[in-house]
């Protein structure tokens, strides 16, 4: 038996925010969730509107998503996560940020790449047996 597929498109949204609505139009019947990368990492989990026994999610125009979600959308995100972490994250916060805007490391798009396929094969939560696929 197949799993349930359920499709995001990188043409409809260009921010961390706007994907955020979009999985949640997309993969959770427009159920409330916590809309932070804690949140999103639990609701790949199932259980919060996403098929408990897994699915496969196609993430269509990704390299779009790639380029949405790149430095500028990521230097964005932590510039806010600076004024709302706990006082023990902020130099760990503050450096990340130093690294985007210098164009090095991981960007928004990486962050959500990863926690998708950690939910997959040869994550560590492999067993919540979601599949990404990048079209």
Same mark, same amino acid.
């Given at each position: 038996?197949? !799993? ?20 949640? $139009?997309?993969?959770? @019947? ?5 809309? @932070?990368?804690? $949140? ?39 510039? !806010? +996560?600076?004024?709302? +972490? ?8 503050? @450096?990340?940020?130093?690294? $985007?805007? $210098? +164009? ?24 919540? @047996? ?6």
């Amino acid at each position: 038996m197949s !799993k349930p597929v359920i499709t995001i498109d990188g043409e409809c949204f260009s921010s961390l925010d706007e994907f955020y609505e979009h999985f949640q $139009a997309r993969a959770l @019947n427009g159920a409330r969730w916590g809309t @932070n990368l804690d $949140a999103f990492n639990d609701v790949l989990r199932g259980g919060f509107g996403t098929p408990e026994d897994g699915f496969t999610l196609v993430w269509k125009h990704h390299k779009l998503s790639k380029d949405r979600l790149g430095y500028s959308e990521t230097q964005r995100v932590l510039r !806010k +996560c600076v004024t709302t +972490c706990h006082l023990e994250n902020v130099a760990s916060v503050i @450096n990340e940020l130093k690294m $985007a805007e $210098a +164009c090095e490391g991981a960007t928004v798009f990486d962050w959500l790449v990863e926690i998708i396929k950690d939910h997959g094969p040869g994550g560590s939560e492999h067993e919540d @047996n979601v599949e990404l696929i990048l079209d």
